[in-house]
């Protein structure tokens, strides 16, 4: 029975972290808080923060048009 509700812990627990849903493609994912490696750039649908790796952020040259730092 111990045992039983330790693993039904463990899948609620796993369950919550695999919550997170991408964006900007796929190249993002939702979340509250965004890691120190990554940067929050729009919203999701849900209010959460967008956050992406800089590599994937778009960039503004003194044209004025956008291109992506790959």
Known sequence: MKLLL?????ILVLDQVTKATKCWGTSGRCKTTCKETEVFYILCK???KCCVNPK???T???D???FTLL
């Not at 330790?6 to 463990?10: H, K, P, R, S």
């Open 6 to 10: 330790l693993l039904l812990t463990v």
């Open 64 to 66: 004025g048009w956008w």
């Open 46 to 48: 849900t209010g959460d």
């Open 60 to 62: 503004l040259n003194r």
């Open 56 to 58: 994937y952020v778009p």
